[in-house]
Structure formats: C-alpha cells, structure tokens
C-alpha cells in the first residue's frame, strides 16, 4: 500500500511539474515562441513555393520535349525496322499503355507485328515448376537438348522461343511443325494467353517488364523467370529487348530488368531500357532492335544498370582523301 502511495505521488508530482511547465511556457515565453514559430513557417512557405515553382518549370520543360519528340518519332525510326517482324511478351503487372505505344512506334519503324503472348501469373509460380517441366517434357521436339543447370523457365523458354521466333529469313512468318502444339498447350494449361498469330514465328521480341517489381517471398524467383524468358527468345531469333517504365531498373530483387543486367550471362545477350514511359524510350526499343540484329546488346535509360540514356550513334567514316603533294 505504501509502495502504491509513493508511486501514486510520484506520478501527480510529475504531471504537476509539466503542467507548471507549460503554463510558464505559454505566459513567460508566448511572444517569442510564437515569432520564432511564425518565422519558420513562412520559411517553409517560401521553400515550399521556390520548390513548387522548379517542378512546375521542368515538368513544363519535359512536356515540352515529350511533344517535339513525338512528333519527330515516324521521321527518326522510319525505316529503321523494315522487313522485320515483332513478338511483344506482355508479364503480370506489365503496362497496357506502354505496350501500346510501343507497338504503334514499331509500326512507324516499318515492323509486323507478328502477335502478342501474355504470360499468367501461373507461369511465374514456383509452386508450379513441377506442372510447367511436365508440360516441357511431353511437347519437345525429341532432339532439342536442355543444359543440365537450366530451370523450369530456362526450359520453357527455349520451348517457347521454337514456336515464336526464328533466325531464319526464309521460316519467318511460318509456324514450326515440331512444335504446332505448344502455343495452345500452354494456353489451355492457364501458362499464357495469345492474341494476333505469334505462332507464325517473327524474328525480334519485345519483352515488356512489370510497372512494379515483384514483392515477397517470391520475388527475386518471378524476376529471374522473366529475364530468363527473355534469354530463352533471345537465342532462338535475332534479338531481344527487355524493356519497362519508371519503376524498373531498381535495387530491388523483384525486378526483371535489375536481374537481367545483373546476370553476366543474360547482359551480354539482352538488351534493357528502363524508359520505355517516356517517347525518347521508345525510340530507344527501336534503336535497341537495331543494335540486337547487328549482334550487338546494351543497357540503356536512366535506371541502375543502365550504361547510358540511347545506344550510340554510328558515326560517319569519312571518306579516304589524298593528301597534298602526294
């Protein structure tokens, strides 16, 4: 009961101590305080207006640059993709305006779009790797040869890309006989959906990254799916490029583009472009289409990884002229 009083006591004494505090606080001290406080708040105002003022100034600047850009896209790719036919791979989460915009630029570029593939959630789930080699083992050509380190989706790739893409000038726009029955396997497995005719196989992909990266326990494994994806329609055609908004290129483990140019093996080989949201990104898809069937790969946006904004302009080799006296 003491014990009880004592901290009883204690405890008023302390809330009669704040108390007193605060009313010498607010008598002694009210005109100062609130100056001070006035002060800082206008401040802040200031900082916050000058601050305003710099975003309204460059978001009006980027608008600016967006619509001269989009304007000038048919004259800068026209051409530059002729003869080509394109795959667009669209993952779960992957932007339907991005996709859009970048399908309508390829067109501009003189590409035929041979056909979209969305991959399901389904297909990214590690708890399914089991139904998806099932799937693999039972569709394969008899002599195509898996790597004793590939994953499930290193093997579904490679499956995939026989029945999408071709390196062959003469297959292109053709179905593959030896593997007619994969496209509608995996659709009716609930792996894909399809739309247009993306079994006539084309020879680049374009490979569309989530909006966000993938989070919880399976992310880095969804991420690493996708890049392999990616690797798979690589080396069946003539070039792939893996590409995504804002959001992509992150220090994350749930993101594909992040994975892609952190695999050593995957970078050499698949290009990445981390503003495909914006039209000088769109561009750069094209570019990178380009770069991809001259052999060549590249990391290019403003994101992590990325070892510069566009791929570099070839530059003109001048013609050999005689030198004076010769």
């Keep these: 009961m003491i014990d009880f009083r004592y901290h009883l006591v204690s405890i008023v004494a302390v809330f009669l101590a704040l108390a007193v505090g605060i009313v010498l606080g607010t008598t002694l001290l009210q005109e100062p305080a609130v100056k001070s406080a006035q002060e800082m708040t206008a401040a802040l105002t200031k900082t916050k207006e000058e601050l305003r003022g710099q ?44 996709r859009e915009a970048a399908q309508q630029v390829l067109g501009q570029a003189g590409a035929e779009i041979s056909g979209r593939v969305t991959l399901s959630e389904k297909f990214l789930d590690p708890k399914g790797t089991g139904v998806l080699d099932g799937l ?3 569709l394969k050509p008899a002599n195509m040869i898996f790597p004793e380190t590939a994953t499930a989706w290193d093997r579904a790739a490679t499956l995939l890309s026989a029945a999408l893409v071709t390196s062959d000038p003469a297959q292109v726009g053709t179905p593959n006989a030896a593997t007619t029955e994969v496209l509608s396997a995996f659709e009716t497995g609930g ?51 893996l590409a995504g908004g804002p959001a992509a290129a992150t220090a994350v483990p749930g993101d594909p583009i992040g994975h892609a140019r952190d695999d050593s093996d995957i970078a050499k080989r698949v290009t990445t472009v981390d503003a495909g949201d914006m039209p000088l990104g769109r561009v750069v898809i094209v570019q990178a289409l380009q770069e991809q069937l001259a052999g060549r790969s590249g990391h290019y946006g403003v994101g992590i990884g990325a070892s510069a904004p566009m791929p570099a302009v070839p530059s003109a080799t001048p013609s050999p002229t005689s030198e004076s006296g010769s």
């Design 191 to 241: 792996l894909l959906s399809i739309d247009g005719d993306p079994g006539k196989r084309a020879t680049l992909v374009v490979v569309l990254a989530p909006e966000k990266p993938f989070e919880g326990e399976n992310a880095e494994t969804q991420a690493g799916a996708i890049a392999s994806m990616a690797d798979g329609l690589d080396v069946g055609g003539n070039g792939t490029v």
């Design 55 to 98: 975003i309204d100034t460059l978001q009006g600047r980027e608008a600016a640059n967006d619509t001269l850009i989009t304007s000038m896209t048919p004259d800068i790719v026209a051409g530059d993709l002729a003869g080509q036919s394109v795959l667009l791979v669209e993952t779960p989460g992957s932007s339907t305006t991005i």
């Design 136 to 138: 693999v083992n039972q």
